[in-house]
């Protein structure tokens, strides 16, 4: 996992931000998480949100591994409409700025230095995401001001083809007391690969001290992408 911490970023919008020839030597250096709201003492009105499109540009080394090796971004917060290009390929798009999404950059990836650029919209009068500016609605302000940017951390996960799917381990506990407990695992797994896969996982339990308390593996097989 690498953060992706340091990045350059600039209000306004044109297409040709998302290509690694432009200059952006002019942009302003920040480090994310980065809000370009900072409310400029506006909480005591109905309305000081602000809103528009802001770009940010980030580089990334990349060797090619092959069919074997993928990388992903992780984006825990970009608001509120999040557009992800990688040297100048759009690779992912997210509407929901306060939910985490994941983009994967293999396909634009090349050998050597790459660039991830991302576009963060934040309209007025958003309507269709579960989280909105409630000033842009009157008064009173029943949501506040939302985030502009990439407002939570962001980072970098190289992995095989074969991969658990973000937000895919679930643990239930069907039947609990003193005495003992049942405990199902259900595990979300993916296959970016062009062919199909065996895939062995194994699972284990430890106890708060660091002790193995159960063990177990199983054997699957998935199909190609």
């Not at 600039?10 to 998302?18: K, M, P, R, V």
């Not at 557009?83 to 100048?88: D, L, P, T």
């Not at 970098?156 to 007391?177: A, K, Y």
């Given at each position: 996992?690498?953060?992706?911490?340091?990045?350059l970023?600039?209000?306004?919008?044109?297409?040709?931000?998302?290509?690694?020839?432009?200059?952006?030597s002019?942009?302003?250096?920040?480090?994310?998480?980065?809000?370009?709201?900072?409310?400029?003492?506006?909480?005591?009105?109905?309305?000081?949100?602000?809103?528009?499109?802001?770009?940010?540009?980030?580089?990334?080394?990349?060797?090619?591994?092959?069919?074997r090796?993928?990388?992903?971004?992780?984006?825990?917060?970009?608001?509120?409409?999040?557009?992800?290009?990688?040297?100048?390929?759009?690779?992912?798009?997210?509407?929901?700025?306060?939910?985490?999404?994941?983009?994967?950059?293999?396909?634009?990836?090349?050998?050597?230095?790459?660039?991830?650029?991302?576009?963060?919209h934040?309209?007025?009068?958003?309507?269709?995401?579960?989280?909105?500016c409630?000033?842009?609605?009157?008064?009173?302000?029943?949501?506040?001001?939302?985030?502009?940017?990439?407002?939570?951390?962001?980072?970098?996960?190289?992995?095989?083809?074969?991969?658990?799917?973000?937000?895919?381990?679930?643990?239930?506990?069907?039947?609990?007391?003193?005495?003992?407990?049942?405990?199902?695992?259900?595990?979300?797994?993916?296959?970016?690969?062009?062919?199909?896969?065996?895939?062995?996982?194994?699972?284990?339990?430890?106890?708060?001290?660091?002790?193995?308390?159960?063990?177990?593996?199983?054997?699957?097989?998935?199909?190609?992408?």
């Amino acid at each position: 996992i690498v953060k992706l911490a340091e990045w350059l970023t600039c209000l306004g919008d044109q297409e040709e931000w998302a290509s690694p020839d432009f200059l952006d030597s002019q942009w302003k250096a920040v480090s994310v998480p980065h809000n370009w709201e900072d409310y400029q003492g506006y909480p005591a009105v109905s309305h000081g949100n602000l809103h528009g499109t802001a770009w940010y540009r980030t580089w990334t080394d990349w060797e090619e591994g092959g069919d074997r090796e993928r990388l992903y971004a992780f984006f825990e917060g970009v608001g509120s409409y999040a557009q992800v290009f990688c040297n100048g390929l759009l690779v992912g798009e997210h509407a929901g700025g306060r939910t985490t999404f994941t983009v994967d950059l293999t396909p634009a990836l090349c050998n050597g230095r790459n660039l991830i650029a991302v576009r963060a919209h934040h309209p007025e009068k958003i309507d269709d995401l579960p989280f909105v500016c409630g000033g842009c609605w009157g008064s009173p302000n029943t949501e506040g001001s939302q985030p502009f940017g990439i407002f939570r951390p962001a980072w970098l996960e190289r992995t095989g083809p074969v991969r658990v799917e973000p937000f895919g381990l679930h643990l239930l506990h069907p039947s609990l007391n003193h005495q003992q407990a049942t405990i199902e695992a259900r595990i979300e797994l993916q296959n970016a690969a062009h062919v199909s896969m065996g895939a062995k996982l194994h699972t284990q339990i430890t106890a708060p001290d660091g002790s193995l308390v159960l063990s177990a593996s199983s054997e699957t097989y998935l199909a190609a992408k």
